[in-house]
């Protein structure tokens, strides 16, 4: 199983940038699919961006034309790319991965579909 651990999390004012990293661990990393997602109460956690090895790239509506994900199997890397942040994307990231053949608009934004989770980074948008 692979190891999970997410950075690049900190405070930014609105309309700022940010990138996240999830490092992975283990064996066959670019086989898996690396899902972020944010914690949002009373929701629960929120699907942000994923990368599925088939499909590509999967954005949520609040991620589309701001947020863009990218992937190094070289480095075991899934990048997460934000721009023209606002408060309201203040949370908790946190990046999942579990390896299915399922297509992306299926599983991407279900928490309840990953098995391995990272322990989160924290983004604080504020003026």
């Known amino acids: 199983q692979v190891q999970l651990v997410e950075s690049g999390g900190g405070v930014v004012q609105p309309g700022g940038s940010l990138r996240l990293s999830c490092v992975g661990s283990?064996?066959?990393?670019?086989?898996?699919?690396i899902s972020w997602f944010r914690q949002g109460s009373p929701l629960g956690r929120a699907g942000v961006a994923c990368?599925?090895?088939?499909?590509?790239?999967y954005y949520s509506d609040a991620a589309k034309g701001r947020f863009s994900i990218s992937r190094d199997n070289a480095k075991k890397t899934v990048y997460l790319d934000m721009h023209s942040l606002t408060p309201e994307d203040s949370s908790v990231y946190f990046c999942?991965?579990?390896?299915?053949?399922?297509?992306?608009?299926?599983?991407?934004?279900?928490?309840?579909?990953?098995?391995?989770w990272g322990q989160g980074t924290q983004v604080t948008v504020t003026s």
């Open positions: 999942a991965a579990k390896m299915s053949d399922r297509p992306h608009h299926e599983v991407c934004p279900r928490p309840d579909f990953f098995s391995q």
């Open positions: 990368w599925h090895p088939l499909d590509g790239a």
């Open positions: 283990g064996y066959d990393f670019e086989r898996y699919i």
